[in-house]
């Protein structure tokens, strides 16, 4: 089945970098686009950025952009988030996604268990 | 903050039908693209409910369903049950973002 296991948590603090990693298993990596999403404590989802696994291309939301980096390893079937120059707005849970459905009908059909990302100094 | 819009929360007694709003705008919903539903239970990640407006992926109950028109769409449980108390969120593109995937608000379901 598929399956999208992510890193365990971390605590940073602020202006440090954190990578987050999302490992999956059970289809084939390259056929299916891969979301990031964060949740920060007793708030909404909020779509940080994608990659596509096959060309490593990708795109992030505005508010992202500039501290934000998405890269893959296809070898490894694993997706990275990196994210830099954190501050204490950043503390969330971050989730990945695999993406299915066209364009206009793009969803999320399975999660990783999400990764606590704390920014404390 | 979203552009699409949900009531912060919703109840009712087990056995009952409720409904969850998505209220969005000309440059998401109302521009023909689906919507989609997830329900997080607390603790959880997010599982897709519905999907393309009105589709349950399979294993998903058929209480659930939805709906969608114009710059609205709609979630609705029937035969609500002590486990569907969580949050539900919808989802869908916005053209006017650069190309940004929105969710929903996020709505509170408590059983009562």
């Known amino acids: 089945q598929v399956q999208l296991v992510q890193s365990g948590a971390e605590v940073k603090t602020p202006g440090a970098s954190v990578r987050v990693s999302c490992k999956a298993s059970?289809?084939?990596?390259?056929?299916?686009?891969i979301f990031w999403v964060r949740q920060a404590p007793g708030q909404g989802l909020d779509w940080m950025g994608w990659?596509?696994?096959?060309?490593?291309?990708?795109a992030s939301a505005q508010k992202f952009q500039g501290r934000v980096t998405l890269t893959r390893s296809t070898s490894m079937t694993t997706a990275y988030l990196d994210l830099k120059n954190l501050r204490y707005e950043d503390t969330a849970v971050y989730y990945c996604?695999?993406?299915?459905?066209?364009?206009?009908?793009?969803?999320?059909?399975?999660w990783g268990q999400g990764t606590l990302v704390t920014v404390s100094s | 903050q979203s552009v699409l819009t949900q009531p912060p929360s919703v109840s009712g007694a087990p056995g009952q039908r409720v409904t969850i709003s998505c209220t969005g705008s000309?440059?998401?919903?109302?521009?023909?693209?689906?919507v989609h539903w997830y329900q997080q239970l607390p603790g959880t990640a997010p599982k897709l409910l519905i999907y393309a407006n009105n589709n349950r992926p399979s294993g998903i109950s058929d209480r659930f369903s939805g709906s969608k028109s114009g710059t609205s769409a709609s979630l609705a449980i029937a035969g609500l049950q002590a486990e569907d108390e969580a949050d539900y969120y919808c989802?869908?593109?916005?053209?006017?973002?650069?190309?940004?995937?929105?969710f929903g608000t996020g709505t509170k379901v408590t059983v009562l």
């Open positions: 000309s440059s998401n919903l109302g521009a023909n693209y689906d």
């Open positions: 990659m596509n696994p096959n060309s490593g291309n990708t």
């Open positions: 989802q869908s593109y916005d053209y006017r973002l650069s190309g940004s995937y929105v």
């Open positions: 059970g289809y084939t990596f390259t056929r299916h686009d």
């Open positions: 996604a695999r993406a299915v459905g066209p364009g206009l009908s793009t969803r999320f059909d399975s």
